[in-house]
């Protein structure tokens, strides 16, 4: 079994500061994805990163995918309310396996 | 274009009734999944159809749990004689043939079992 472990599970932090999730396994994958999902709504696909030690940046976004391809970390830079919502990590092999989500607030 | 939907957007029902929600997938897209999610966590597997071939069924919980899709559209989960642990978000993806792990999904079905 391919298990994904993210922390923190909770995460509630004021606007403007940074924070920085943990997606971390024993399993190798091929490549790791990072999903938000608000409330109501089906997750949405933010990054992929295939290589070990990719960094990838989306605006305020830096996801990066470990040297052995078995962990990842999303850091925000100067969150904003937009950025609350729930962050899963998902690592593919021959299917992709859902981490267990952080779920990120952000404090006006 | 139109995105995944799913309906109902919300179902309740009694214990032990059977159920079906249904997925209308991206025109064009050959893969479909079914994934469950209870309040608060990741996203559990259930089963995957690529096209024609036959469905990876290797996350169903159990014999009451079954999907259906006709060719490359719609597709259908059962869950019969509903249980009280049933009730979760159930979400549907699919992607295309060119980009088999770019994963859209629907809005979900919450399904609440009393």
């Known amino acids: 079994t391919q298990l994904l472990e993210q922390s923190p599970q909770f995460l509630s932090i004021q606007e403007g500061e940074n924070l920085t999730v943990y997606c971390n396994s024993s399993?190798?994958?091929?490549?790791l994805q990072w999903y938000r999902q608000e409330p109501g709504e089906g997750p949405v696909l933010l990054v992929t990163?295939?290589?070990?030690?990719e960094v990838k940046k989306l605006k305020r976004l830096t996801f990066q995918f470990g040297d052995a391809r078995k962990d990842s970390s999303l850091h925000i830079t100067a969150a904003q309310p937009g950025d609350t919502g729930l962050y899963l990590c998902a690592g593919l092999n021959e299917k992709l396996t859902f981490g267990t989500g952080t779920r990120l607030t952000i404090i006006p | 274009g139109a995105g995944v939907s799913q309906s109902p957007s919300n179902k309740v029902t009694e214990k032990g009734k059977d159920v079906e929600l249904r997925c209308d997938p991206i025109s064009g897209h050959t893969a479909l999944y079914w994934y469950r999610q209870r309040l608060g966590q990741g996203l559990e597997f259930l089963i995957y159809?690529?096209?024609?071939?036959?469905?990876?069924k290797s996350g169903l919980p159990s014999d009451r749990f079954s999907a259906e899709r006709t060719g490359e559209s719609v597709s259908t989960l059962t869950i019969q004689r509903t249980q009280q642990e049933d009730s979760a978000v159930y979400l549907c993806?699919?992607?295309?043939?060119?980009?088999?792990?770019?994963?859209?999904f629907g809005p979900g079905t919450r399904l609440t079992v009393t």
């Open positions: 159809f690529q096209g024609n071939s036959a469905p990876d």
């Open positions: 399993s190798v994958f091929s490549s």
């Open positions: 990163v295939v290589t070990g030690g």
């Open positions: 993806a699919s992607s295309s043939l060119t980009t088999p792990y770019e994963q859209y």
